[in-house]
């Protein structure tokens, strides 16, 4: 029981013929095709304490997304646009974003974990309980069954959501695989992530009314999640990033890695396909990089485990969940194309609706007109009690998408086994000292270096504070249930299970000089490719201090081939000379929080020690930014 102090024990003794008072006959009997009584016990007692009108049970059916839909839009939870397959939503000016300070880990004891915001298990639930308490009254209770991962795969994980809200059940419908069959299928054996939500009560926008309530706790033990008060996706897609959560920690207990990654697949000679993964902090190219690959698994999440010696990843979702906002024709024809087709299904959230049913957001060509968004009523030059004019659509606005629509759509997405991981990516956003590209000497080396130690640069248009770099480990510190020490250590251990662990590399497309970005978007393919080319053993490198670095000659011949474009020495030298003091005081930066972290693996600082030896040498042979002439080939 989740809530004992709300309900008795004894009425969840016969928990279908309480679900009997909530659900139709028809539905009762979709959940008594699943024979598994814990899972109707967990509906019940969600039915008990929210005490919802009548309870939906989604099989995933054309008939049941089509109603979803419908209930959607006669709730207001989303409106109708020119486009039939088109709608949008709104979470309303204070509910745009994922919630730090309101998202916590419940700890039994409320553990303290350095970095992570974390909570007494037993205030934690019954707070949430008290906050469920006839939140669901008049309302309707969908309950749906969805994979996290392929069908039959082992690296897969299953979650139900509950929720009263249409539209977090419709983005579900369109980000995940729905998995009731399997359910059905696999009965009392299936062991399943529960998510449990509510909008709360709404205003007369239909936006949440009690924000400053808004609370996502994590049950780790519980393998459960609670949302309330809150639309925002991020708060409340349960499968999306409150999954994330429960699967990095179930990973840490069974040994295998759930990250914030892309799953991307690059061409290298003669057809071949080397996948790669990606992690990425929020504004460090994550997206555009899977889109300017050869083909695309997936754009967020990754699962992986160590089967027979190599490393294989499945994407959980099958969809996108991206942010919409400058998505234009030139630089993202492919997003753009599948935005603007009609016949795509596609929920926009936090963008302009103009009064002709037409949607805008910027980026989008043609000029926004009077309509409706995130804060109501817009017209041009609007402003607010400041006097500071409203945007007409948020910059946290986004499309939800089936990932079926991407051309270059990864025929394996579905594949059982997964693909194979030749490298693991971390990109950064660095003005001063990252190359473009870089190679670990081993897998630890670029988990503590590059994994452990990623920084991006706070951008004015955030915080005002331009060039003072944050920590964001694996780009999942946000979503870490556990010590960034441990989920290191888990590295580690990963490894010892791999014949041949991943190629490490991070990337940084953000280095500038004179204020200028020393490289194009565009590049990003060639770095790829080189990184392609490392893992078959076909490209040179060259070795520093911090890892290898490509030669000069291999990549004009790759900028050559893949972009018609030369690459001038200078540039290169500009780009991959080494900056001796910023690597330095990377090192220190990053040490520095470490070292306030108690289960740290003792080997994260001796690589991060033998790192600022190698830097002093070089320093002291060829002082403080060294050209990568100066080194020998390998
Ligand atoms: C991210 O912020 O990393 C996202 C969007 O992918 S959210 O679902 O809000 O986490
Ligand atoms: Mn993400």
Same mark, same amino acid.
């Not at 598994?36 to 304490?49: C, Q, S, T, Y």
């Not at 539209?167 to 054996?189: M, P, Q, T």
């Given at each position: 029981?989740?809530?004992?102090?709300?309900?008795?024990?004894?009425?969840?003794?016969?928990?279908?013929?309480?679900?009997?008072?909530?659900?139709?006959?028809?539905?009762? /009997?979709?959940?008594?095709?699943?024979?598994? #009584?814990?899972?109707?016990?967990?509906?019940?007692?969600?039915?008990?304490?929210?005490?919802?009108?009548?309870?939906?049970?989604?099989?995933?059916?054309?008939?049941?997304?089509?109603?979803? &839909?419908?209930?959607?839009?006669?709730?207001?939870?989303?409106?109708?646009?020119?486009?039939?397959?088109?709608?949008? *939503?709104?979470?309303?000016?204070?509910?745009?974003?994922?919630?730090?300070?309101?998202?916590?880990?419940?700890? #039994?004891?409320?553990?303290?974990?350095?970095?992570?915001?974390?909570? /007494?298990?037993?205030? =934690?639930?019954?707070?949430?309980?008290?906050?469920?308490?006839?939140?669901?009254?008049?309302?309707?209770?969908?309950?749906?069954?969805?994979?996290?991962?392929?069908?039959?795969?082992?690296?897969?994980?299953?979650?139900?959501?509950?929720?009263?809200?249409?539209?977090?059940?419709?983005?579900?419908?369109?980000?995940?695989?729905?998995?009731?069959? /399997?359910?059905?299928?696999?009965?009392?054996?299936?062991?399943?992530?529960?998510?449990?939500?509510?909008?709360?009560?709404?205003?007369?926008?239909?936006?949440?009314?009690?924000?400053?309530?808004?609370?996502?706790? %994590?049950?780790?033990?519980?393998?459960?999640?609670?949302?309330?008060?809150?639309?925002?996706?991020?708060?409340?897609?349960?499968?999306?990033?409150?999954? $994330?959560?429960?699967?990095?920690?179930?990973?840490?207990?069974?040994?295998?890695?759930?990250?914030?990654?892309?799953?991307?697949?690059? !061409? =290298?000679?003669?057809?071949?396909?080397?996948?790669?993964?990606?992690?990425?902090?929020?504004?460090?190219?994550?997206?555009?990089?899977?889109?300017?690959?050869?083909?695309?698994?997936?754009?967020?999440?990754?699962?992986?485990?160590?089967?027979?010696?190599?490393?294989?990843?499945? +994407?959980?979702?099958? =969809?996108?969940?991206? %942010?919409?906002?400058?998505? +234009?024709?030139?630089?993202?024809?492919?997003?753009?194309?599948?935005?603007?087709?009609?016949?795509?299904?596609?929920?926009?959230? +936090?963008?302009?609706?103009?009064?002709?049913?037409?949607?805008?957001?910027?980026?989008?060509?043609?000029?926004?007109?009077?309509?409706?968004?995130?804060?109501?009523?817009?017209?041009? =030059?609007?402003?607010?009690?400041?006097?500071?004019?409203?945007?007409?659509?948020?910059?946290?606005?986004?499309?939800?998408?089936?990932?079926?629509? $991407?051309?270059?759509?990864?025929?394996?997405?579905? /594949?059982?086994?997964?693909?194979?991981?030749?490298?693991?990516?971390?990109?950064?956003?660095?003005?001063?000292?990252?190359?473009?590209?870089?190679?670990?000497?081993?897998?630890? *080396?670029?988990?503590?270096?590059?994994?452990?130690?990623?920084?991006?640069? &706070?951008?004015?248009?955030?915080?005002?504070?331009?060039?003072?770099?944050?920590?964001?480990?694996?780009?999942?510190?946000?979503?870490?249930?556990?010590?960034?020490?441990?989920?290191?250590?888990?590295?580690?251990?990963?490894?010892?299970?791999?014949?041949?662990?991943?190629?490490?590399?991070?990337? +940084?497309?953000? $280095?500038?000089?004179?204020?200028?970005?020393?490289?194009?978007?565009?590049?990003?393919?060639?770095?790829?490719?080189?990184?392609?080319?490392?893992?078959?053993?076909?490209?040179?490198?060259?070795?520093?201090?911090?890892?290898?670095?490509?030669?000069?000659?291999?990549?004009?011949?790759?900028?050559?081939?893949?972009?018609?474009?030369?690459? !001038?020495?200078?540039?290169?030298? !500009?780009?991959?000379?080494?900056?001796? !003091?910023?690597?330095?005081?990377?090192?220190?930066?990053?040490?520095?929080?470490?070292?306030?972290?108690?289960?740290?693996?003792?080997?994260?600082?001796?690589?991060?020690?033998?790192?600022?030896?190698?830097?002093?040498?070089?320093?002291?042979?060829?002082?403080?930014?060294?050209? #990568?002439?100066?080194?020998?080939?390998?």
């Amino acid at each position: 029981m989740r809530f004992p102090g709300l309900i008795e024990k004894e009425s969840l003794e016969d928990p279908l013929r309480l679900l009997a008072t909530f659900c139709s006959e028809e539905h009762l /009997d979709r959940l008594k095709e699943i024979k598994n #009584p814990r899972l109707w016990r967990d509906i019940a007692e969600v039915a008990l304490v929210a005490r919802p009108a009548s309870i939906y049970v989604n099989t995933g059916s054309d008939e049941d997304k089509d109603y979803i &839909r419908k209930r959607a839009l006669e709730n207001r939870e989303e409106y109708p646009t020119v486009h039939p397959m088109h709608t949008v *939503h709104f979470d309303g000016p204070k509910d745009l974003a994922r919630d730090k300070g309101n998202t916590r880990i419940l700890y #039994p004891g409320g553990r303290q974990v350095p970095l992570i915001n974390t909570f /007494d298990r037993d205030a =934690g639930l019954t707070e949430i309980g008290k906050l469920l308490s006839g939140v669901m009254s008049g309302k309707e209770m969908f309950v749906s069954f969805y994979l996290y991962g392929p069908r039959y795969s082992k690296l897969s994980l299953y979650g139900v959501q509950i929720t009263d809200s249409a539209y977090v059940a419709h983005s579900e419908e369109i980000l995940y695989r729905n998995g009731y069959w /399997d359910f059905v299928e696999k009965g009392e054996e299936l062991e399943y992530m529960l998510f449990i939500h509510s909008a709360g009560e709404r205003d007369e926008n239909g936006w949440s009314k009690n924000v400053e309530n808004r609370r996502i706790f %994590i049950d780790l033990e519980g393998n459960s999640v609670y949302s309330v008060n809150t639309q925002y996706a991020g708060n409340t897609v349960g499968l999306k990033k409150l999954a $994330l959560r429960l699967a990095v920690y179930k990973g840490y207990r069974e040994g295998w890695l759930a990250e914030h990654m892309f799953i991307v697949g690059v !061409k =290298g000679r003669g057809g071949r396909i080397s996948y790669f993964t990606g992690a990425y902090p929020a504004g460090c190219g994550k997206t555009s990089t899977a889109m300017i690959a050869d083909t695309v698994v997936g754009d967020d999440l990754a699962i992986i485990h160590a089967v027979n010696g190599e490393a294989r990843a499945v +994407n959980p979702e099958v =969809g996108m969940f991206g %942010i919409i906002d400058d998505v +234009n024709p030139r630089d993202d024809p492919e997003i753009y194309s599948i935005l603007v087709n009609p016949s795509a299904e596609v929920i926009f959230s +936090n963008v302009l609706l103009m009064e002709d049913g037409n949607i805008w957001w910027r980026g989008k060509p043609g000029e926004p007109k009077k309509g409706i968004n995130y804060a109501g009523e817009w017209w041009p =030059g609007k402003k607010d009690e400041n006097g500071k004019e409203i945007l007409p659509s948020h910059p946290n606005a986004r499309f939800t998408v089936s990932i079926r629509h $991407l051309s270059k759509l990864d025929p394996r997405i579905d /594949d059982p086994e997964g693909v194979p991981v030749s490298g693991f990516i971390f990109g950064g956003r660095d003005p001063s000292t990252l190359p473009p590209v870089l190679e670990a000497f081993d897998w630890k *080396h670029g988990i503590v270096t590059m994994g452990a130690s990623l920084e991006s640069e &706070r951008t004015a248009a955030v915080l005002g504070q331009v060039g003072v770099m944050e920590l964001n480990p694996y780009a999942i510190l946000d979503f870490l249930p556990i010590s960034v020490g441990a989920f290191t250590a888990l590295h580690f251990e990963f490894e010892k299970k791999l014949a041949r662990p991943p190629k490490i590399f991070s990337v +940084n497309y953000f $280095l500038r000089e004179d204020g200028k970005f020393l490289a194009e978007k565009r590049d990003k393919i060639a770095w790829l490719k080189w990184m392609e080319q490392r893992v078959h053993g076909e490209a040179q490198a060259i070795e520093t201090p911090v890892g290898y670095i490509p030669t000069y000659e291999d990549l004009r011949e790759i900028f050559a081939r893949e972009l018609g474009k030369e690459f !001038k020495e200078d540039l290169y030298e !500009k780009m991959f000379t080494i900056r001796v !003091k910023g690597f330095l005081e990377k090192i220190e930066r990053v040490t520095k929080i470490y070292s306030t972290i108690p289960d740290t693996p003792r080997e994260f600082f001796e690589i991060m020690d033998k790192q600022t030896q190698r830097l002093k040498a070089l320093e002291a042979m060829h002082g403080q930014k060294v050209s #990568p002439f100066k080194f020998d080939k390998k």
